[in-house]
């Protein structure tokens, strides 16, 4: 089945500096992907979509210029996390579709990225 | 966004049917049927959709109201592995504004 593989798992870093996350899609092409976040105990929300060759759609109240987002090619897409502050620390998940299915298809996540910032 | 209602959480004996309902009064006629659930500490995984009939897989089967303002996830033996939280979720299939938004879901507890 499709495959999306997200690295690295966990990351530890200090305050102030910056992390990136990357998303691949290993056995399909997604021309959008989604970044999640979630804090314990709490659902997933939606940070933004990240759309091949153009820019990212951010979500209200969330800083594009904090979280950037680059997806260059069909099948990978990178979220970085800039300036890091303990606030920041949380459980980032992204996600995509296969766009060659029907237009109601699954979303197939990635196993999620642990970010502690000390 | 329409929205889904689901209760915080449940509980079930292993190898027992479990069933997961979830409320979506203001379901448009184009709005899908999500279900996805999501173990700890790992990204959400799809078990299944449908738009009006009952949808089977290998995972679970989903039962939707005739007039669709209500679905139930089906697990027909419930195992240890089982336990998560499960979103259920209505996905518009028209358009370009494709995105997934979760609600709180409904964490299941199997015991043993």
């Known amino acids: 089945g499709a495959v999306v593989s997200q690295h690295p798992s966990r990351v530890i870093c200090k305050s102030g500096t910056s992390v990136k996350i990357e998303c691949r899609s290993l056995?399909?092409?997604?021309?959008?992907m989604f970044w999640y976040r979630q804090f314990p105990k709490q659902s997933l929300m939606l940070m933004a979509t990240s759309n091949e060759g153009s820019k990212a759609t951010y979500e209200q109240g969330v800083e594009k210029d904090k979280f950037l987002i680059n997806h260059a090619s069909l099948t990978l897409s990178t979220l970085t996390v800039t300036s890091a502050h303990p606030e920041d620390s949380s459980f980032y998940i992204c996600?995509?579709?296969?766009?060659?299915?029907?237009?109601?298809?699954?979303?197939?996540f990635g196993n999620g990225t642990r970010l502690t910032v000390t | 966004d329409a929205k889904t209602t689901q209760p915080n959480s449940m509980e079930s004996n292993e190898e027992e049917p479990v069933h997961l309902p979830c409320n979506h009064s203001t379901i448009s006629g184009t709005d899908y049927i999500h279900w996805y659930r999501q173990l700890p500490s790992q990204g959400p995984e799809y078990v299944i959709h449908g738009l009006t009939s009952n949808v089977n897989n290998r995972m679970a089967s989903l039962a939707i109201a005739e007039d669709r303002k209500s679905s139930t996830l089906i697990l027909h033996r419930a195992t240890l592995r089982d336990a998560a939280v499960y979103y259920c979720i209505l996905l518009n299939s028209g358009g370009s504004n494709y995105k997934l938004t979760f609600g709180k879901g409904t964490l299941l507890t199997v015991n043993p």
């Open positions: 996600s995509a579709r296969d766009w060659g299915r029907e237009q109601n298809s699954p979303l197939h």
């Open positions: 056995d399909f092409q997604a021309t959008t």
